[in-house]
């Protein structure tokens, strides 16, 4: 069947269309090109800040780097762990030439000494602060906890500077249908106009091809699920 599809253009354009009516949505972004591209613990190791990036933020443990595997369709591109806080550095990946997704080192760690949480705000805040070819920020937010200070710190942040967020609450396989859709209505009852939200979870999937659209948006830099320039205000 595949070497008759391939042989001849209109047997691929035959290909192509029954492809299209089995994703009668979209075809959804599977980045087949991602790629690892560099660690950096000091902003002089960040590369070149030009194209456009998504920064992945969120408390340790939240199931980041989870996401950022779902999003990927990559079995371990970010390093899951069950020991939170320890990773340090600001990790770059390449999604396509010119596109990148930033994973932001967890924070919330109640135990770390002091001297790491100033690393971190040094790492992390001055890469928020210096970073020209930031577009917005996926926001993990495990669902069973939903936001705290410091989620809500992060996105005031990012609404004042005019980067959008989108909010994946995470981990919706632990809830009933019923908990997690009060979750989400709560969470998005006190975000901030620029700002998105939806359920999330690395295991069942749910919310993976919104996720991956949510990511395209903001590297488009477009509202989730809206339309539009960067965010003022
Ligand atoms: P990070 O510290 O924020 O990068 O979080 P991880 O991705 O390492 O996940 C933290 C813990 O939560 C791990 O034990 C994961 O297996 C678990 N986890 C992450 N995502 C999910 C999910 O969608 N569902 C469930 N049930 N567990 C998850």
Known sequence: MWSR?????????????????????RTVSAYPAVRFLLSANHAPQFPADDGAEVAVAGRSNSGKSSAINALTQRRSLARTSKTPGQTQLINFFELAPDRRLVDLPGYGFAKVPAHVRDHWQELVGGYLEM????????????????????????????NVR???????????DKLSRQQAQRVLASVRSELPTQASAQLFSAVSKEGVEEGQRALDALLANKKPGGSGGRATG
Do not use: F
Not at 8 to 22: D, F, H, P, V, W
């Open 131 to 158: 970073r020209n070819s930031l577009m917005g920020l996926l926001l993990i937010v495990d669902a069973r906890r939903g936001l705290n200070d410091d989620d809500r710190g992060l996105m005031g942040w990012a």
């Open 162 to 172: 005019g980067r959008r967020v989108h909010v994946l609450l995470s981990k919706s």
């Open 5 to 25: 599809a391939h042989s001849g253009a209109r047997a691929s354009g035959e290909l192509y269309t029954t492809l299209k009516q089995l994703s009668p949505t």
